[in-house]
């Protein structure tokens, strides 16, 4: 519930500390636990390879995978539809909320989710709340 509040998970920071979790109980620091350490090494080991899997189906796959329906705009925030409008493909003028897609937004929430990892502390910031917002948005909007 706390990474979906804030609009995703930190896939690689995530995967950085089970892989943390591996070296340490590879480590064995129980000598009596050596098996159960190794056997949770393991573990955190598969859980790392799969949040990799995760983050690049997230950034590289699931645009091209994504339908290009209409968002319904209804429910949305007007600086969220601004935003849409702003990052449309190369034209200044802005476009009709009715012609905003998934697959556009999608990118948008890709983009914002990169803005956020590059300033992990800025959780006030008006492009996390942006990015919430969106996020909420597409799960609300999309199959899982």
């Known amino acids: 519930q706390v990474s979906y509040g804030r609009g995703g998970h930190d896939h690689v920071l995530m995967r950085d500390a089970c892989l943390e979790l591996v070296t340490l109980l590879g480590l064995c620091p129980i000598p ?5 350490h190794r056997n949770m090494a ?5 859980l790392a390879a799969d949040l990799a899997e995760r983050c690049q189906t997230l950034g590289i796959r699931l645009p091209t995978m994504v339908e290009d329906t209409v968002l ?3 429910t949305l925030p ?3 539809l601004e935003e ?3 990052h449309s493909s190369g034209v200044d003028a802005k476009e009709p909320a009715e012609s905003l897609t998934i697959a556009r937004a999608v990118r948008l929430q890709l983009s914002l989710t990169r803005e956020q990892s590059a300033d ?3 959780l006030n910031d008006p492009s996390s709340q942006l990015s ?3 996020h909420r948005a ?4 999309c199959p899982a």
């Open 78 to 80: 007007p600086a969220l």
């Open 72 to 74: 319904p705009s209804s």
């Open 42 to 46: 393991m573990r955190y080991l598969f």
């Open 120 to 122: 992990p502390v800025g």
């Open 84 to 86: 849409l409008s702003d």
């Open 32 to 36: 009596a636990l050596e098996t159960y």
């Open 132 to 134: 919430v917002t969106l």
């Open 138 to 141: 597409l799960a609300a909007h």
